[in-house]
């Protein structure tokens, strides 16, 4: 089992950033997919990027790709979530997740946090 605290989360201007952090305990990190996924306001949970075990892989919404980038340090137990050129409509509550397949399928995801809300305003 793996515990998730996501972290950075706040309230930023329409073109700034936010560099989200995601800090994993339990059982070895570096065995998980880890993704990214966010809920805005009234809305559906909805998929952000995931990455692989190495961190060599990558994928992204296409509303994101270009300015979200994510990223993880094995050493750290630690995936991270880089936000540039924000937008009002990124407004949402972000969530990490932890499992064992490269999908954007949020059910394939074993374990959540409880989230950190980022708030852009225009």
């Known amino acids: 089992q793996v515990q998730l605290v996501e972290s950075g989360g706040g309230l930023v201007q329409a073109g700034g950033s936010l560099r989200l952090s995601c800090a994993a305990s339990?059982?070895?990190?570096?065995?998980?997919?880890m993704g990214w996924f966010r809920q805005p306001p009234g809305k559906a949970r909805e998929f952000v990027a995931h990455?692989?075990?190495?961190?060599?892989?990558?994928d992204y919404e296409a509303s994101m790709k270009g300015r979200f980038t994510i990223a993880r340090d094995n050493a750290k137990n630690t995936v991270y979530l880089q936000m540039n050129s924000l937008k009002p409509e990124d407004t949402a509550a972000y969530f990490c997740?932890?499992?064992?397949?490269?999908?954007?399928?949020?059910?394939?995801?074993?374990?959540w946090g409880q989230g950190t809300q980022v708030t852009v305003s225009s």
């Open positions: 990455i692989s075990r190495s961190g060599g892989s990558t």
């Open positions: 339990g059982r070895a990190f570096s065995s998980y997919i």
């Open positions: 997740a932890a499992g064992q397949k490269e999908t954007r399928w949020e059910t394939e995801y074993n374990y």
